[in-house]
Structure formats: structure tokens, C-alpha cells
């Protein structure tokens, strides 16, 4: 198993026009997803979410905030936060009848802290937790020719390298297989196609 960490394979560098080789294929790749180009993957975190007092028994009603119980219960199992609840008050909640609700909250830890994520002001703040550290090329695969001479379709394998907070998050580093088509031109092989799906968890670049 080859690995190409992306960090070491900026330059990008043309193989002419004769056959397309996998390693140029692969510095080809590398290069695509180094740098600001990488795909960013987020979770967004509130700090405090006003809920129903028994949102639990209505998962179906209250999925929004099942889901911002989920998050507080992976951060404290990985320790990276300590959650809270206490009384709602009609002005943080904007409702004339609090009695109805509570607050629910997160603060970190300082192992939390130590991971030093970016905070967000929206609503009352929370912090955007990375997923993915960056995308790492393990190996091409295959190379496979197209009707069309100038036209090749290159098989990869890849994997996201998680974060700590991917990781608690259920992110994993297993290898994936994506495909990508080469095109040639006067001045050699590039890539025609490649599409990024960033915003959803498990989406492979290709």
C-alpha cells in the first residue's frame, strides 16, 4: 500500500502525451486536494438550545433537538464537554410560558479546550468542530482507457484522516475507491472532472 501524503505532493507535473501513468495520475490527485482545496467537513455545536421538558418521548416531533442532545452526549462520553440543564426564562427562550420548556447546554472541558475549535455567534454561539484533518491518496489503482484516446478513467483509493472531534462524531479513516477522468492535451494529462460533495458526512471527493 502506497501512501501519498498530499502535503508533499503540490507540484504538479506533466507526463506529455503519451500514456498517462499512475504516478503521474496520483501527483495529479495529491495536488487537487492539498491546501485550501481540501474538502472541509463541520459540525456545528450550540452553546445553550432551548427544548421541550420531554422532548425524549417525542423523537419524531422534536427531531432538531434530539439531535442537539446527541452532540452534548458525544462530547461528554469523549470528554471533550460537561453537559447542563437548567430552568428556561422566557427571555432566552421567547416564549411567554417557560414553564413549558428548559435549557439545555454544553460547556467544554479542557480537553474541549486544548482542541482550540473555532467559535460561531449564532444564536446564543457554539463552536464548528472539524471532522476531517485532510484528505490522504493511498494508491491508484487503475487506469482505465476510454473509447476516445485522449479520455482516461482513474481508479483511487483515499481516506479522510479524522480529527479528534471527528472521531468522537463516528469519523473513520477506513479506504474508500472513487473514480476520476483524465483528459489530454498539448500540454499533457489533467483531470476533467472532479466533484467535491463537502457538507455531508461520508461523501467521497471523485
Known amino acids: 500500500m502506497r501512501l501519498f501524503p498530499v502535503g508533499l505532493l ?26 485550501p482545496q481540501a474538502p472541509q467537513v463541520v459540525v456545528r455545536v450550540f452553546r445553550t438550545k432551548c ?8 423523537p419524531l416531533r422534536f427531531r432538531e433537538d434530539m439531535h442537539t442532545a446527541y452532540q452534548y452526549r458525544v462530547l461528554e462520553e469523549a470528554g471533550f464537554a460537561k453537559q447542563f440543564s437548567v430552568p428556561a426564562t422566557s427571555e432566552r427562550c421567547g416564549t411567554p410560558y417557560p414553564e413549558s420548556l428548559r435549557i439545555i447546554g ?15 455567534r449564532e444564536r446564543e454561539g457554539g463552536w464548528d468542530i472539524p471532522e476531517v484533518a485532510r484528505f490522504e491518496l493511498i ?23 479524522p480529527t479528534a472531534g471527528g472521531r468522537a462524531f463516528g469519523r ?6 472513487s473514480r476520476v477522468t483524465f483528459r489530454r492535451n498539448q500540454t ?19
Open 10 to 35: 503540490v507540484a504538479v507535473v506533466a507526463c506529455g502525451t503519451g500514456e498517462l501513468t499512475r504516478s503521474h495520475a496520483a501527483r495529479e490527485l495529491a495536488a487537487r486536494f492539498a491546501g
Open 51 to 58: 427544548v421541550e421538558k420531554y422532548f425524549e418521548k417525542y
Open 106 to 120: 454544553i460547556q467544554l472541558t479542557p480537553k474541549g479546550l486544548a482542541e482550540h475549535w473555532p467559535e460561531h
Open 139 to 161: 494508491d491508484v489503482t487503475a487506469i482505465e482507457p476510454q473509447s476516445d484516446p485522449s479520455l482516461a478513467r482513474v481508479v483511487y483509493t483515499w481516506r479522510w484522516i
Open 172 to 177: 473513520t479513516d477506513a479506504p474508500r475507491e
Open 188 to 206: 499533457g494529462w489533467r483531470m476533467s472532472t472532479v466533484r467535491e460533495n463537502r457538507g455531508k458526512i461520508g461523501d467521497a471527493p471523485r
